[in-house]
């Protein structure tokens, strides 16, 4: 379902809406990462406050941890799927402002729950159903986001824009290491654990009614316009007066289910090493250097905070570059330097004899191959879809990867070093899936068109052909 190499979509009058558009769609998905951000950095405190109960090990508890973190992520594309199927059918816009809702609400009401010591055992299962919602709605934020932010950007600009979702990725995990980092140094360790991790959880409350606000203020996007009055002319010749509204809600046209499957899985292959290696070297670093590698908490925060100032350093010029020379080059490169460094990188951390500004070094650099992957990929994923499908394919494309390689990377790094004892597992575990992420991405043909205006194109070319 890959578009053509060349092209550009439907043309905006507007820059204003564009702008706004950029930012309304990007904010969203900056309170989403920041929250799991915030979820990560504080897995140890998160553990030991709801899944230790007395006698259980803190092993077992951060195994525990990390696996309400993966259950979140398996909802994601449930959510996708869901919010994506109305985001489609209805609009990009209502679709957003409810999926913001639930993830400002989730997400604060974390800040205020009961810890074991309180409700017992109702409190892990209370804190676990708050991730469910906000895996449900982070699951509708992407692809809805991402739609808006590529149908309203400038021709020959959608890998920019696309980029800033990425971008956004990096900005709320380093809010989220930044609060915590914060709350280290100026709260003592028993002050933290006691109330201190609630902070950064009650702090979604205003950024969310910001986010909500501006897109109350959010314009439909024109190709989603443009396809349902092209629908709505189609179901008033077509149809007898009665059933025209119906057509017009209902009948959005759509490629074959067998192509939009195989694009989903696609997709989610040529994304699955951005998913595994970002969240090993941006989430799960924090606790891997302090199990691991016996690091202090501050310490684990500061090479977080260096690992993403590198994402967010090559994001941007990424997705410009990407707008260049195609998305497949910039991509396939950041997928092959995993591949290649993230041992070496990896052993840079372990070595004792390794200089703190050489480790510094090594974190970024990590952070900055991935960011990569990172720019091109949201655009990458809105070219593979036609507008009727946009929300729900490259929503699920993205939900399904990143269920299974950021939800559960560190469930599956955490378990598999307690069993062998490998301090390389997350290097073989972001290796690999960017090894598969390469072959996958091979097969990608250069997409810096409009796949639903091509679409939209094809739809009245049948049309024609059939009356």
Known sequence: MDAPAHGSGPPTDRPERSRR???????????????????????????????????????EALVRT?????????????????????????????????????????????????????????????????????????????????????????????GLYGAWQSFTVALGLLGGAGAAALLATVLTGAQLNSWGWRLPFLLTLPMGLGALWLRLRLDETPSFQALRTQTQTQAQEQAQEQEQAHQARRALPAPPAREVAKAIALGAGRVMGWAAAGYTFLVVLPSYLQNSLNATFQQALVATVLANLGFAATIIPAGLLSDRIGRRPVMLTGALLVTVLAVPLLNLLQDGGTSTGLKGAAVFVAGAIVGLMAGPGPAMLSEMFPTSVRYTGLGLAYALSNAVFSGCAGLIITKTIERTGSVDIPAYYAAATCA??????????????????????????????GS
């Open 436 to 465: 598969v992420s390469a072959l996958a991405l091979l097969t990608l043909r250069e997409t810096r068109t409009d796949a639903g205006a091509e679409h939209v194109r094809e739809q009245k070319k049948q049309a024609e052909k």
């Open 21 to 59: 558009a950029l930012v309304a769609g990007s904010v969203g998905n900056f309170i989403e990462w920041y929250e799991f951000g915030v979820y990560g950095y504080f897995a140890t405190v998160v553990a030991a406050r709801f899944f230790t109960p007395e006698g259980g090990s803190e092993a």
């Open 66 to 158: 990390y696996a309400s973190f993966a259950l979140a992520f398996f909802f994601r594309p449930v959510g996708a799927a869901l919010f994506g199927r109305l985001g489609d059918r209805v609009g990009r816009r209502p679709v957003l402002i409810l999926v913001i809702v639930l993830m400002t609400a989730a997400t604060t009401l974390i800040g205020v729950l009961p810890t074991y010591a309180t409700a017992g055992a109702l409190a892990p299962w209370l804190l676990t159903l708050l991730r469910v919602v906000q895996g449900l709605s982070a699951g509708g934020e992407f692809g809805g986001a991402v739609s808006v932010m590529t149908e309203f950007a400038p021709p020959g600009r959608r």
